[in-house]
């Protein structure tokens, strides 16, 4: 019998988002996760205990120590999954030890985004190249199955006989992040623009690029023009209600970070034809839950795709007493009444589709196209529509955003003063 070979995965920060990885791991075939290391050791084996009991890994290791996890042997690829603010930290700390050589590890998987700044995510980069390690970055929308295949066909039906699409528009949006750090701008970065306008954006290059092709090779960006406000949380009850919630959190009456975000992203594509990405993210939309909606438009075709729109919807009376939770949805905001309910969460939003594309590459010593390159040209839009907002112009390529670092990062942004 012929032995599966299976690529041995460490987690790095068993947040939020470890467990949704750890949850999508039912769908990958060739990797497992051997071990799950986090700032607290209790926290590292609740993980690494979830992993055994749902039969995605067997005697998971647990740290508290990033270096422990590198030298584990059994451990060949680290997904990083820590918070915005340690990305430089973490990452020398692992690529140190794979470079002096106490460590084997042949990939590295990072979270969105690669960095706060245009100069973080070029030093991460740098760090994995010097180390020699296959890299992937982790926007999960991009293997999302329903964007993946309406592209497919969007680009075999429509755009080989009528040309390529010129308009992308992604928006995601939802009532507010769910840790005391993702709303302080200088630990996240800046505010929903940084957190979620990353995923808008690389998913319109994703639809405008064709299947197979890298998006910075087909997509050359020309321009960008936005706006960033706080809509909901500087106002005084809510920035209070963030007090209450958050303790630790700047006053958001005083030094907010942004709620809403609204870019336009122009681009020459691979025919010389201008192609846009039109992105809207906010931190307060108050609805079912979670809302990442997307669409295509090209000469005589279009896509659109909705999160919200599922095939199942369950209806709870008011009769019911409901305890708060989010097992219908990401970010659910009520538990009544006739709600969306996604099946499977981590299939539906790219989790499963991104791992299992990972360690099946990885695995077999190959690059993935999303990699950290994209991570670095992500930063860098969202750099330049931080810079768009901030002057009220449109910003245009080339440009140098090395040592640009947004006001809501440096906390000197106040719409309300
Ligand atoms: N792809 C997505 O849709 C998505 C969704 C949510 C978060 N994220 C990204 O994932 C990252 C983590 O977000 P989260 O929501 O899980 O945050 P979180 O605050 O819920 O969890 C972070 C975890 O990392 C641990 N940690 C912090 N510093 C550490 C360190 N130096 N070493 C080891 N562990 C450390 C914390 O103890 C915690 O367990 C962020 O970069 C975020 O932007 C991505």
């Given at each position: 019998m012929v032995e599966r070979k299976s690529l041995g995965v460490g987690i790095l920060g068993a947040g939020f988002i470890g467990q949704f990885h750890v949850r999508s791991w039912q769908g990958v075939r060739d990797g497992d996760i051997v071990a799950v290391c986090s700032r607290t050791l209790k926290n590292a084996e609740s993980l690494a205990r979830e992993a055994v009991e749902s039969g995605v890994g067997e005697d998971v290791a647990a740290y508290d120590d990033v270096v422990a996890l590198v030298q584990d042997p059994r451990v060949d690829a680290i997904w990083v999954l820590t918070p915005n603010f340690t990305r430089i930290d973490v990452i020398k700390a692992i690529t140190d030890e794979v470079i002096s050589g106490r460590a084997q590890l042949k990939a590295i998987a990072i979270e969105k985004p690669l960095g706060r700044t245009v100069d973080e995510a070029r030093q991460v980069l740098e760090m994995v190249e010097a180390a020699g390690l296959l890299h992937g970055y982790l926007e999960n929308q991009v293997y999302s199955p329903g964007l993946v295949r309406a592209r497919e066909i969007v680009w075999a039906?429509?755009?080989?006989?009528?040309?390529t699409p010129y308009l992308a528009r992604a928006a995601e949006e939802h009532s507010g992040p769910h840790n005391t750090w993702f709303w302080n701008g200088a630990t996240e970065g800046g505010g929903v623009l940084n957190d979620m306008m990353c995923h808008s954006v690389e998913a319109g290059r994703f639809l405008l690029t064709p299947p197979g092709e890298k998006s910075s090779a087909w997509l050359k960006p020309v321009a960008v023009t936005a706006t960033i406000a706080s809509l909901k949380w500087g106002r005084k009850k809510y920035a209070e209600q963030l007090q209450d919630t958050y303790p630790?959190?700047?006053?958001y009456t005083k030094t907010p970070s942004e709620d809403y975000a609204h870019a336009v992203f122009e681009f020459v594509n691979g025919d010389g034809e201008p192609v846009v990405v039109e992105a809207t993210t906010s931190w307060s939309y108050v609805g079912a839950g979670l809302r990442l909606s997307f669409e295509l438009l090209g000469p005589e075709y279009s896509m659109e795709s909705d999160?919200?729109?599922?095939?199942s919807k369950l209806f709870l009376s008011r009769s019911l007493e409901q305890a708060e939770g989010e097992d219908m949805i990401?970010?659910?905001?009520?538990?009544?009444?006739l709600m969306p309910l996604l099946s499977d969460e981590s299939v539906s939003y790219g989790y499963t589709g991104e791992n299992a594309a990972l360690c099946t590459m990885f695995l077999h010593g190959e690059q993935p196209l999303e990699s950290l390159e994209s991570g670095l040209e992500v930063v860098e839009l969202l750099m330049a529509a931080y810079k768009s907002a901030e002057t009220g112009e449109t910003v245009r390529w080339p440009?140098?955003?090395?040592?640009f670092v947004p006001a809501v990062a440096q906390g000197t942004w106040n719409p309300r003063a």
């Amino acid at each position: 019998m012929v032995e599966r070979k299976s690529l041995g995965v460490g987690i790095l920060g068993a947040g939020f988002i470890g467990q949704f990885h750890v949850r999508s791991w039912q769908g990958v075939r060739d990797g497992d996760i051997v071990a799950v290391c986090s700032r607290t050791l209790k926290n590292a084996e609740s993980l690494a205990r979830e992993a055994v009991e749902s039969g995605v890994g067997e005697d998971v290791a647990a740290y508290d120590d990033v270096v422990a996890l590198v030298q584990d042997p059994r451990v060949d690829a680290i997904w990083v999954l820590t918070p915005n603010f340690t990305r430089i930290d973490v990452i020398k700390a692992i690529t140190d030890e794979v470079i002096s050589g106490r460590a084997q590890l042949k990939a590295i998987a990072i979270e969105k985004p690669l960095g706060r700044t245009v100069d973080e995510a070029r030093q991460v980069l740098e760090m994995v190249e010097a180390a020699g390690l296959l890299h992937g970055y982790l926007e999960n929308q991009v293997y999302s199955p329903g964007l993946v295949r309406a592209r497919e066909i969007v680009w075999a039906r429509g755009a080989a006989s009528a040309g390529t699409p010129y308009l992308a528009r992604a928006a995601e949006e939802h009532s507010g992040p769910h840790n005391t750090w993702f709303w302080n701008g200088a630990t996240e970065g800046g505010g929903v623009l940084n957190d979620m306008m990353c995923h808008s954006v690389e998913a319109g290059r994703f639809l405008l690029t064709p299947p197979g092709e890298k998006s910075s090779a087909w997509l050359k960006p020309v321009a960008v023009t936005a706006t960033i406000a706080s809509l909901k949380w500087g106002r005084k009850k809510y920035a209070e209600q963030l007090q209450d919630t958050y303790p630790g959190v700047v006053d958001y009456t005083k030094t907010p970070s942004e709620d809403y975000a609204h870019a336009v992203f122009e681009f020459v594509n691979g025919d010389g034809e201008p192609v846009v990405v039109e992105a809207t993210t906010s931190w307060s939309y108050v609805g079912a839950g979670l809302r990442l909606s997307f669409e295509l438009l090209g000469p005589e075709y279009s896509m659109e795709s909705d999160t919200l729109s599922t095939e199942s919807k369950l209806f709870l009376s008011r009769s019911l007493e409901q305890a708060e939770g989010e097992d219908m949805i990401e970010k659910q905001n009520a538990e009544q009444g006739l709600m969306p309910l996604l099946s499977d969460e981590s299939v539906s939003y790219g989790y499963t589709g991104e791992n299992a594309a990972l360690c099946t590459m990885f695995l077999h010593g190959e690059q993935p196209l999303e990699s950290l390159e994209s991570g670095l040209e992500v930063v860098e839009l969202l750099m330049a529509a931080y810079k768009s907002a901030e002057t009220g112009e449109t910003v245009r390529w080339p440009l140098d955003l090395n040592d640009f670092v947004p006001a809501v990062a440096q906390g000197t942004w106040n719409p309300r003063a």
